[in-house]
């Protein structure tokens, strides 16, 4: 009876619930079905995990065009065709077994992957979640395969036709697994996911060509002629990449001899001693962001996350960033694969490093490196004077920049001022304006040499500095509208707006509310007068990270700042003699002419004797 008692109490708790409620039950091996779909949850876990699979696959097979298609954001349809070696169509089936392979043979060469994939499980993984269609011939065959697999399951197999390579299409992509379909983002949240993988894999190989349609429209192309500048350019936009180095690779370390890596055998051969390649861009200083997700990596050929290395390249930026902004980068590492030990996770996303420190500081190294060589030489850097022109503290840290912290400084930190000085604003000569250039800058001539004004800079200091004087003596001239204007904004921005009324009413606007986030505007203030006055409304409130380190300042000054600089003259506008020597004569009263509201420079300055130095003059 007692024995009866306690083992039916033991069934209970077996089959009963546990603290959440789910029932327990006996263990068992788990049907294969389920199984392939707990193992495809870790390599498949949205529509651009997916896409990344397949552009390996393609990569790794030789492709030199790889072609993607993208419907719905990837969970209606991704197709994804290369002209790689393609697959035997004996093997063809053999492709969608879990773990089959012909990347690795033995265990041992788990330690030199020279592949991107390895485990043999994508195409399994993602036939598991989706209904496939694999069309691939491989070289040298007279016809190709088709399959189609669904839920796992290969439903339809024959011969066809096809160009040499290997067209892969993924459709309704976790059909069969409802859980996984409710944790997707949005059609545009996933296919931003996707753009940023094309776009990604793009720049690591300039010399594939790649092609991303988002239903039916062209999204992104390289055309694979190995210029990584151009395919930034087809990333970025222009104006971004200007903003971008090129890393500058680091000399030979002195003394290395070669512990795990190549030993320069001649003198042409610059190869570090410890066999680690750094290449891509960084972003300048002046070009921050409000986050790390700017920063892309890539180790030997293959993007990866990892926090410290990210870590590393915004240290690299110490004290030439504000405090919670940081730089936009993509790195490039390539270093032995006997080095990095890719099996960590089944999505390859991560890496362990065997040194990792040594990786880490010739990344570091090669950042700050590259950043130094590329800031202005201290006679023409401008005096980091931010929003107080009026201090004129040696030593003092300015609020808001990073503090100097226990890292040691390397010599090559020692080159450059400390970023954390004032100096004081210095006043400008008057200057005679010689010309333009670029349409975007003026040339003018001083008595202590040449000057090269950025037109948009400048011209933002000038209305800065007259706006903040107008604005403390609570005078900032308005200009009624001819007709009251009726701006409708987005709720986050209604909401700022509402908020912030009576200063923005303080700073020349007159606006009020006019129903849900609707806002009536009556009058602008005088310098934005040229600005339509939604706009002139909607900088006014809204932050539009254009690339600038966020300003120092009270909010009222930062409003200013924002309307000014929608407000200035851009570069690609053609000033008259006239117009650009009042400028000048403008810039020549401002209190701190050397530098914009954000702190940027307005102006270069190449002295007499530089010039002369330059020209072989000076010894
Ligand atoms: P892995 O890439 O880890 O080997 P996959 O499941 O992604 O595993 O692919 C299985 C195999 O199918 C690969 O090893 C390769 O031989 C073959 N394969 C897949 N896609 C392609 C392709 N686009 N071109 C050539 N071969 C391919
Ligand atoms: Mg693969």
């Keep these: ?92 089936a053999l492709a969608f077994a879990r773990h089959a392979t012909s990347k690795l043979a033995a265990a041992a060469d788990l330690e030199r992957i020279t592949t991107l994939g390895f485990r043999g499980e994508a195409l399994a993984s993602i036939a598991a979640v989706s209904q496939v269609q694999f069309v691939t011939r491989a070289a040298g065959e007279v016809a190709g395969m088709r399959l189609r697999v669904e839920g796992g399951r290969t439903v339809a197999r024959d011969s066809i036709g096809a160009p040499q390579g290997t067209v892969v299409t993924v459709e309704n992509l976790f059909y069969n697994v409802p859980a996984r379909l409710k944790f997707l983002k949005t059609d545009a949240a996933e296919r931003a996911r996707i753009d940023a993988l094309v776009t990604r894999y793009a720049l690591a190989y300039p010399e594939r060509r790649f092609r991303l349609t988002h239903d039916g429209r062209l999204a992104f192309q390289s055309s694979g002629d190995g210029d990584r500048y151009a395919t930034l350019i087809a990333v970025l936009g222009l104006d971004t990449a200007r903003q971008m180095l090129a890393l500058t690779p680091l000399p030979p370390s002195p003394g290395a001899s070669g512990e795990g890596g190549v030993a320069p055998t001649s003198g042409l051969s610059p190869a570090r001693g410890d066999g680690i390649e750094i290449a891509g861009y960084i972003s300048l200083p002046s070009l921050s962001r409000s986050n790390r997700g700017q920063i892309t990596l890539f180790v030997n050929g293959r993007w990866v996350q990892d926090s410290r290395l990210s870590y590393a390249i915004v240290e690299a930026y110490h004290g030439l960033l504000m405090v919670g902004r940081y730089p936009a980068a993509v790195v490039f590492i390539t270093l032995p694969p006997e080095e990095v030990d890719v099996n960590v996770h089944p999505a390859k996303t991560e890496v362990r490093f065997r040194r990792p420190d040594m990786v880490f500081g010739a990344v570091q190294k090669t950042v700050r490196r590259t950043l130094l060589a590329h800031l202005p030489v201290p006679e023409i850097r401008p005096a980091p004077t931010w929003e107080r022109p009026q201090i004129s503290v040696e030593g003092e840290p300015v609020p808001g920049f990073s503090q100097a912290g226990s890292v040691e400084r390397d010599r090559e930190e020692a080159e450059i001022a400390p970023p954390s000085t004032l100096h004081a604003p210095q006043p400008l000569p008057l200057l005679r304006v010689v010309g333009q250039v670029g349409v975007a800058y003026i040339i003018a001539e001083g008595p202590d040499g040449m000057y090269l004004i950025d037109q948009h800079a400048a011209h933002e200091r000038i209305l800065y500095e007259r706006f903040m004087a107008a604005a403390a003596s609570r005078a900032v001239p308005s200009q009624t509208l001819l007709e009251p204007v009726v701006v409708d904004l987005p709720p986050e921005v209604a909401a700022t707006l509402a908020e912030e009324l009576d200063l923005i009413c303080g700073l020349g606007f007159s606006v009020e509310p006019f129903g849900g986030t609707n806002f009536l505007v009556r009058a602008v203030p005088v310098l934005a007068a040229r600005l339509d006055p939604a706009q002139a409304l909607y900088t006014a409130i809204v932050d539009v990270d254009m690339g600038e380190p966020p300003l120092a300042g009270t909010r009222e000054a930062q409003i200013i700042a924002r309307v000014c600089k929608s407000a200035a003259v851009k570069a690609g506008q053609v000033l008259s003699a006239a117009e650009m020597q009042a400028m000048v004569r403008q810039l020549e009263a401002c209190a701190a002419p050397r530098t914009c509201p954000h702190g940027r420079p307005t102006m270069i300055h190449l002295s007499t004797e530089q010039l002369a130095r330059q020209f072989g003059r000076l010894g």
């Design 1 to 92: 009876m007692l024995l009866a008692s306690c083992s039916s109490r033991y069934r209970y708790a077996r089959i009963g619930s546990n603290r959440e409620g789910t029932a327990i039950m006996p263990i068992r091996i788990l049907s294969p079905d389920v199984a392939s779909q707990i193992a495809a949850g870790e390599v498949v876990e949205r529509p651009a995990s997916v896409v990344k699979e397949l552009i390996e696959n393609a990569l790794d097979g030789g492709a030199r065009t790889i072609i993607v298609d993208v419907e719905g954001g990837g969970r209606r349809r991704i197709r994804v065709a290369d002209d790689g070696i393609g697959i035997p169509a004996a093997e063809a």
